[in-house]
């Protein structure tokens, strides 16, 4: 091989290499700042999943009902001030977009405090996880799409 082709191999690798290295310090940051937003908002629910529905965007997300026995808040949307959110909560009812779809059956319970959720079936833990934004806008557009925010 020529050295002038070897110099632009090696630049192609680098500049492949440092794009990886950016994308994966950005997306470590904006993880943690999503993490700490969902932390700050002081969740702390339990109540029995209604409904499940995954949408096609997003590897094992959905958004899941819950019929709510317990919880520390009564009324939270955000979903018309965030592009990213994590459901709503109104009365005895939440909607909360979920990243563990696979791991969740109509009928368990489920706990959530702050990011950490912990799923229950016949009284036994078959799962524990932290929520996290779906990774794709376009799970938000079908969301919003699908539930029509007034």
Avoid: C, W
Wanted: glycine letters at 6%; proline letters at 1%.
């Amino acid at each position: 091989m020529k050295k002038e082709n070897l110099k632009f191999l090696f630049i192609g690798i680098f500049l492949i290499l440092s794009f990886i290295t950016v994308d994966t310090i950005y997306s470590k940051k904006q993880y943690e700042r999503e993490s700490e937003y969902i932390k700050s908002i002081g969740l702390n629910l339990q109540g029995r999943v209604t409904k499940k529905t995954k949408f096609r965007y997003g590897h094992n997300f959905g958004v899941i009902h819950i019929k709510l026995s317990q919880s520390n808040i009564k009324n939270y949307d955000e979903r018309k001030n965030r592009d990213r959110h994590i459901g709503f909560i109104v009365k005895d009812k939440a909607e909360i977009i979920f990243n563990s779809m696979s791991n969740l059956k109509i009928g368990d319970s489920i706990s959530i405090y702050k990011n950490d959720f912990q799923i229950y079936r016949m009284e036994n833990l078959v799962y524990k996880g932290s929520l996290s934004f779906a990774p794709a806008r376009s799970f938000y557009k079908e969301y919003n799409k699908k539930y029509k925010i007034d």
